[in-house]
């Protein structure tokens, strides 16, 4: 395996994209930390050991955790868990400033806020719990000290913390959320899609058949529906292989493209069978459009020894007044194609 794939291979597992993000907000959070309670801690005189814990909070937990994620078979498990840790230390430190009012209520904010962004309502309760329960373990051994002034060296040390971390994290959530949206749009896209001839299935024409009907009350016009078949289909099957069945689907497909506007639907309802949806169009010119289609065909042939030429069968509907529903419009569509069938099969039925 070559060192793309296995690269490849790394990010595909779970949580590896969550953790990298999660290293970059972590590295900056404790950043922007550190200098707030830094400076609480000084107005304290609490002693170096603690300033030296809060430096290896600052500036060494992030690549710890990770690479303690990273490296990790649940990286999503393992992340949860740092994050978990991360509003622990934050419970810690808020007691180590005897609760001083700025700084104290702007890391509590963001730490679960982070929780409630990465892991739900779940995270943020474990989140918030834990940093409750260090929290109080922690102040109740100092003596529940209260520093409630806040000096403007503490306020101007926290600003950034409330800017900078805010701004990052408002264009992570949007980045999150665009991706989101460009997934979701293919997702849709291919639940309305036929996969293999990339033009609209059933449920998609069904949802435009409706809507035209629904704007015909309001804006009448004529529109018309081309219900096609393709004649004696079974034999490409039976005679060359579903392979072959397949690339005259395809072909077919394209000529559909070609031969209708923009603003028509070609469609396949499933096996050989398609449908075009033609808004504001007159039932003489849906038969200029099935005369364009038909010819467009007629010289499709395929094998060499046993030929099959391919002819089709289409009927067309023009939309009634009295038609309520996308599944009355597509049965009188296939009624004409059935009539066209009837009268021999490779001819327009329109009515």
């Given at each position: 395996m070559s060192?793309s794939?296995?690269i490849?291979?790394?990010?595909?597992i779970?949580?590896?994209?969550?953790v990298?993000r999660?290293y970059?907000?972590?590295?900056l959070?404790?950043?922007?930390?550190?200098f707030?309670?830094?400076?609480v801690?000084?107005?304290?005189?609490r002693?170096?050991?603690l300033?030296m814990?809060?430096?290896?909070?600052?500036f060494i937990?992030?690549?710890?955790a990770?690479l303690?994620a990273?490296?990790?078979p649940?990286p999503?498990?393992i992340?949860?868990?740092?994050?978990v840790?991360d509003?622990?230390?934050?419970?810690?430190?808020?007691?180590?400033?005897?609760?001083?009012p700025?700084?104290s209520?702007?890391?509590?904010t963001?730490?679960?806020?982070?929780?409630?962004?990465a892991?739900?309502?779940?995270?943020l309760r474990t989140g918030?719990?834990?940093m409750?329960?260090?929290?109080?373990?922690?102040?109740?051994?100092?003596g529940?000290?209260?520093s409630p002034?806040?000096?403007?060296?503490?306020?101007?040390?926290?600003l950034?913390?409330?800017?900078v971390?805010?701004?990052?994290?408002?264009?992570?959530?949007n980045?999150i959320?665009s991706?989101l949206r460009?997934?979701?749009r293919?997702?849709?896209?291919?639940?309305?899609?036929d996969?293999?001839?990339?033009?609209a299935?059933r449920?998609?024409?069904?949802?435009r058949?409706?809507l035209?009907l629904?704007?015909?009350?309001?804006?009448?016009?004529?529109?018309s529906?081309?219900?096609?078949d393709?004649d004696?289909?079974?034999?490409?099957?039976?005679?060359?292989g579903h392979?072959a069945?397949?690339?005259?689907?395809?072909?077919?497909s394209?000529?559909?493209?070609?031969a209708t506007?923009?603003?028509?639907t070609?469609a396949?309802?499933?096996?050989?069978e398609?449908?075009?949806l033609?808004?504001?169009?007159?039932?003489?010119?849906?038969?200029?459009?099935?005369?364009?289609?038909?010819?467009a065909t007629a010289g499709?042939?395929?094998?060499q020894?046993q030929v099959?030429?391919?002819?089709l069968s289409?009927?067309i509907a023009s939309?009634?007044?009295e038609?309520?529903?996308?599944?009355a419009w597509l049965k009188s569509?296939d009624?004409?194609?059935?009539?066209a069938?009837?009268?021999?099969k490779?001819?327009?039925?329109?009515?």
């Amino acid at each position: 395996m070559s060192g793309s794939d296995n690269i490849n291979k790394k990010e595909r597992i779970p949580g590896r994209r969550f953790v990298r993000r999660m290293y970059l907000m972590r590295i900056l959070g404790t950043l922007l930390c550190f200098f707030p309670i830094l400076s609480v801690l000084l107005e304290l005189h609490r002693p170096m050991w603690l300033l030296m814990l809060l430096a290896v909070n600052a500036f060494i937990w992030p690549t710890l955790a990770f690479l303690r994620a990273r490296h990790s078979p649940v990286p999503l498990h393992i992340e949860h868990q740092n994050l978990v840790f991360d509003a622990a230390v934050g419970g810690f430190w808020i007691a180590l400033m005897a609760c001083s009012p700025l700084p104290s209520v702007v890391i509590a904010t963001i730490l679960l806020s982070d929780r409630l962004s990465a892991g739900g309502i779940k995270l943020l309760r474990t989140g918030a719990l834990t940093m409750a329960l260090v929290f109080l373990l922690s102040w109740l051994a100092l003596g529940l000290p209260v520093s409630p002034e806040v000096t403007q060296r503490t306020m101007y040390a926290t600003l950034p913390l409330i800017a900078v971390y805010m701004l990052a994290l408002s264009a992570l959530t949007n980045g999150i959320a665009s991706q989101l949206r460009v997934k979701s749009r293919k997702l849709e896209r291919i639940a309305m899609m036929d996969p293999l001839l990339d033009i609209a299935n059933r449920r998609l024409l069904e949802q435009r058949v409706q809507l035209e009907l629904t704007q015909l009350h309001t804006q009448p016009r004529q529109s018309s529906l081309m219900y096609i078949d393709i004649d004696n289909f079974k034999e490409v099957n039976d005679k060359f292989g579903h392979k072959a069945g397949d690339a005259l689907l395809v072909d077919i497909s394209r000529i559909l493209h070609v031969a209708t506007r923009n603003t028509d639907t070609p469609a396949r309802m499933g096996g050989d069978e398609f449908v075009i949806l033609l808004p504001d169009t007159p039932p003489e010119e849906a038969k200029n459009v099935a005369q364009r289609i038909m010819q467009a065909t007629a010289g499709m042939e395929l094998g060499q020894e046993q030929v099959f030429r391919c002819t089709l069968s289409i009927g067309i509907a023009s939309a009634l007044p009295e038609m309520g529903s996308a599944a009355a419009w597509l049965k009188s569509a296939d009624d004409a194609l059935y009539k066209a069938k009837r009268l021999g099969k490779n001819q327009i039925y329109a009515h």
